[in-house]
């Protein structure tokens, strides 16, 4: 009587999840995001469809839950972790492939802190200007604070992901430090504020002759990109654009008050100092060959250049020099900022996948110089 030999549940599950079935059904919920959040793009822009399709563990395919990009990307990171190093024989003929699969892995984890743990933003400094904060590209807030004070300003914020929040239907925001309610409503993450005519629908309440206007996320032009809101504080009703200068003042209290929609600002953890800025053009034409900048920064006033190709690495953070400008302040330099974790995990996952195959086909070269030299042997 033969005996039937039954499969570990262990090893099963193990086997499930790393197979290539299941890493072929996790392609396809990614493109089905994918494509989702294409169709969306020209409503929501960049920002809008990370919020709203890869952030999230539970996406929503209109009123269908769907698995979210967070939940996608972590099952076939754990699809690739077994499939690719725990499936396969732990053996020195495997060493290569298991450490190429670990320089994936390093790659993958690199993308998942990059999309959770980093921001991205822009930095202008004029000649002898010390900053220490830079504007996230595609996130706002909306900030509240007393008017009459003239230092130690304390702001009250509301967060990017709440604004957005009220795209669909407003929410009311209260703080026990504010005598008032704020009420935020039709939140646009590209819009104009503009008066209304006839000619075309407004996406808002008509405020004092004003109207919100939808435009195409896909616009590069910048005054087409700006998010916008309205926002109501008792009886009184303002439009709110990000690229709005000055901020909207009211009464309350017996104070005035003021609320301001600006681009993100996130703390760098040293100042900076810009020392000089130079423009070089290819000689004959108006072409830059070169950006350049002479910085100070850190408490030790370490003074350093940043260029085009040079930028400053310190302290987590990435500074690149992006451009430069003359107005009637001065001379100016552009930095793009980027606070990523893993900025050079790359770097070393290419290392590390480099090595793997390497070593892989050293490995069977070998084993084959080895195979055909004893098969001369026995022909001999």
């Not at 039954?6 to 079935?21: C, D, I, N, R």
């Not at 822009?122 to 010390?130: F, H, I, R, S």
């Not at 992901?161 to 005598?179: I, W």
Request: net charge positive; charged share 20%.
């Amino acid at each position: 009587m033969k005996s039937k030999k039954t499969e570990k549940p262990l090893a099963g599950a193990l086997g499930a999840v790393g197979s290539l079935g299941t890493a072929c059904v996790l392609l396809m919920l990614l493109f089905v995001l994918v494509f989702a959040a294409t169709l969306k793009y020209k409503d929501l822009g960049e920002a809008g469809v990370k919020q709203e399709f890869f952030i999230p563990w539970i996406a929503h395919l209109g009123a269908l839950p769907f698995p979210g990009g967070r939940t996608v990307f972590s099952l076939l990171a754990l699809n690739l972790l077994v499939g690719g190093l725990i499936r396969i024989p732990w053996a020195w003929r495997t060493a290569g492939v298991l450490i190429a699969h670990l320089g994936v892995v390093v790659l993958a984890l690199a993308g998942v802190v990059n999309f959770t743990r980093s921001d991205y933003g822009m930095a202008t400094l004029y000649e002898g200007e010390t900053i220490n904060n830079y504007r996230d590209y595609t996130q706002v807030e909306l900030s509240v604070w007393d008017a009459s004070q003239t230092t130690d300003v304390t702001e009250y914020t509301i967060g990017d992901a709440d604004l957005r929040s009220c795209s669909r239907q407003g929410r009311v925001f209260s703080s026990p430090e504010l005598p008032f309610d704020v009420e935020v409503s039709g939140f646009l993450p590209h819009a104009q504020i503009l008066p209304k005519g006839p000619m075309w629908e407004a996406d808002s309440p008509v405020v004092d002759g004003w109207a919100l206007k939808r435009e195409d996320a896909g616009n590069t032009d910048p005054k087409y990109r700006v998010p916008a809101l309205v926002v109501r504080v008792g009886d009184q009703t303002a439009l709110l654009g990000a690229g709005d200068y000055m901020a909207w003042t009211f009464e309350a209290d017996g104070k005035l008050w003021a609320l301001h929609l600006h681009h993100t600002r996130h703390r760098l953890p040293f100042k900076l100092t810009l020392v000089d800025t130079v423009r070089e053009n290819y000689p004959g034409t108006n072409t830059p060959k070169v950006y350049r900048s002479d910085v100070i920064y850190g408490p030790e006033q370490r003074k350093v250049t940043i260029s085009m190709n040079r930028p400053l690495r310190t302290e987590g953070h990435v500074l690149y020099q992006s451009n430069w400008g003359r107005d009637r302040r001065g001379e100016y330099s552009g930095f793009s900022v980027a606070r990523n974790p893993s900025d050079q995990w790359p770097k070393w996952s290419c290392w590390i996948i480099g090595a793997g195959l390497i070593l892989t086909f050293f490995s069977r070269l070998v084993r084959y110089t080895v195979i055909q030299a004893r098969l001369r042997e026995k022909e001999a």
